[in-house]
């Protein structure tokens, strides 16, 4: 396993490349640049700050420097918009919060989604089958943009239990965390519910209970772990996509995340910002992938890495 591993690490070097390539060359193509203004600045003025910044040069030119910059340094530039900020500063001061908030609604989609796809496969075709997918159609229905107000109004603005937005404290935390769990927490449910019943119904499933072994046992030590596996496949791309920021929810609850710097730094062209982001999300991602596959070992035996 240990060969494996660096070989998955060993191969994020080209696949990282691959995708700075293809981000810078995308971000250098859209119309524009970082310092169009409404009331358009001084052709001089355009001038000194592209010399400043390094962008009269051309686009290969720009790419060797920012990469043997980010590789030799971690040093991923400035922001072009917050001209007393590098790009390392935001992911300093913005990414633990999007990671608290990330990892506490992928705990929350968890803790919500799995028990309730047990419980509609092991009670199929019952009312307990029937809520449970109902709570999930739910969650998957409504987007965050909707349900992330629907908590402020209720438990805000009527009940009065939550502070309607902002972040630090326990009690902040827990609207942000509904509003990204649940839908997380739908698809869980309704991906460990398939799983399961098809895993219960397999030959090694009868075979155990002809043993004599508890239902218990014949769900938990055989039945979960393999119905399991389908789930640990989405949770690679759900952990990446939540610990580096959701836009609409950050936006929603006034949280000083990464969200929206997914989304400004493509339109306000600050390209530092853009590769710096873009690749963050690509490393969590490959990593996340990594972790995924080396739980397939544990979740099924029969699994092997050479």
Request: charged share 15%; hydrophobic share 55%; net charge positive.
């Amino acid at each position: 396993m240990f060969r494996y591993v660096i070989r998955r690490l060993l191969w994020m070097i080209p696949v990282l490349f691959f995708i700075s390539v293809i981000t810078f060359a995308l971000a250098h193509a859209v119309p524009g640049g970082p310092f169009d203004r409404e009331k358009r600045l001084p052709a001089e003025i355009i001038a000194n700050l592209e010399k400043y910044y390094g962008l009269d040069q051309p686009v290969w030119k720009q790419y060797v420097d920012y990469m043997n910059r980010a590789v030799l340094h971690l040093d991923f530039g400035p922001s072009y918009k917050s001209r007393t900020r590098r790009v390392n500063d935001i992911f300093r001061d913005h990414l633990p919060i999007s990671a608290q908030l990330g990892l506490v609604s992928l705990v929350l989609a968890l803790g919500i989604g799995v028990p309730l796809g047990i419980l509609a496969a092991l009670k199929q075709n019952s009312i307990w089958d029937y809520v449970s997918m109902g709570l999930a159609i739910f969650g998957v229905s409504v987007p965050a943009i909707v349900f992330g107000p629907l908590l402020i109004l209720l438990f805000a603005l009527t009940l009065g239990w939550l502070p309607v937005a902002g972040w630090g404290t326990p009690a902040k935390m827990v609207m942000p965390a509904l509003a990204l769990g649940v839908r997380e927490s739908a698809i869980i449910a309704r991906l460990t519910r398939a799983s399961m019943l098809q895993v219960i119904r397999e030959d090694y499933i009868r075979t155990a209970r002809a043993k004599g072994l508890a239902e218990r046992a014949v769900m938990v030590r055989h039945a979960l772990k393999n119905a399991f596996i389908p789930v640990a496949t989405i949770l690679g791309p759900m952990f990446a996509a939540l610990v580096t920021g959701t836009f609409v929810v950050e936006q929603i609850f006034a949280i000083p995340g990464m969200g929206k710097y997914f989304i400004t730094s493509i339109t306000n062209r600050d390209y530092p910002v853009v590769m710096g982001t873009i690749l963050l999300y690509a490393v969590f991602l490959i990593l996340a992938n990594l972790a995924v596959d080396l739980t397939y070992a544990f979740l099924d035996p029969r699994i092997r890495y050479t």
